[in-house]
T-cell receptor
Framework: SQKIEQNSEALNIQEGKTATLTCNYT??????LQWYRQDPGRGPVFLLL?????KEKRKERLKVTFDTTLKQSLFHITASQPADSATYLC???????????FGAGTRLTVKP | NAGVTQTPKFQVLKTGQSMTLQCAQD?????MYWYRQDPGMGLRLIYY???????DKGEVPNGYNVSRLNKREFSLRLESAAPSQTSVYFC????????????FGEGSRLTVL
């Protein structure tokens, strides 16, 4: 069966360091992979999208990589700040329909 | 700039009662979704609608029905609520199939006693 796994439930890092979150998938061939941020009691908010033929995407302090051979995406936040503390979700979708599936998320805490 | 609006925000039901969660978007998006979110399990897709008049089952459709009333509105109905349906429900919309980012509502917290 299809499975999407994010590396850990929680990740604690010191302010200023780079946070690296992992998303692994099995029995799936996504055309698109997205990352979302979710704050407590709120709906997820879109951050970045990367296509299967792209290796890397950047947006300000965020970087996403997508390795279809390893079936893995890495999400990096550089120069992390306490305001980056949230749960981060990865989501995968095929090219031709709307069946978008999410991982369980990683709760990131950035300590001052 | 309402985006995606869900009602109600909170609801408590007794086992066997029925209710409808309402969702409306004002962004002229074609695709709409219903997810449920449970601790440790992430967001699970219940139903989605690629366009007005069409609906498709997602990962966990049992016990739910949906209606795409028009382009703006996508409702989720629980005909006979069960404690296993206690969850936070999120509606989302997207401008494009597959490659479109999702815009989420703020969620509806449902408790079934």
């Amino acid at each position: 069966s299809q499975k999407i796994e994010q590396n850990s439930e929680a990740l604690n890092i010191q302010e200023g360091k780079t946070a690296t979150l992992t998303c692994n998938y099995t029995n799936y061939s996504p055309a698109y992979l997205q990352w979302y941020r979710q704050d407590p009691g709120r709906g997820p908010v879109f951050l970045l999208l990367i296509r299967e033929n792209e290796k890397e995407k950047r947006k300000e302090r965020l970087k996403v990589t997508f390795d279809t051979t390893l079936k893995q995406s890495l999400f990096h936040i550089t120069a992390s700040q306490p305001a980056d503390s949230a749960t981060y979700l990865c989501a995968l979708s095929p090219s031709n329909n709307n069946d978008m599936r999410f991982g369980a998320g990683t709760r990131l805490t950035v300590k001052p | 700039n309402a985006g995606v609006t869900q009602t109600p925000k909170f609801q408590v039901l007794k086992t066997g009662q029925s209710m409808t969660l309402q969702c409306a978007q004002d962004m002229n998006h074609n695709s709409m979704y219903w997810y449920r979110q449970d601790p440790g399990m992430g967001l699970r897709l219940i139903y989605y609608s690629a366009s007005e008049g069409t609906t498709d089952k997602g990962e966990v459709p049992n016990g739910y029905n949906v209606s795409r009333l028009n382009k703006r509105e996508f409702s989720l109905r629980l005909e006979s609520a069960a404690p296993s349906q206690t969850s936070v429900y999120f509606c989302a919309s997207s401008p494009r199939r597959g490659s479109g980012e999702l815009f989420f509502g703020e969620g509806s917290r449902l408790t079934v006693l």
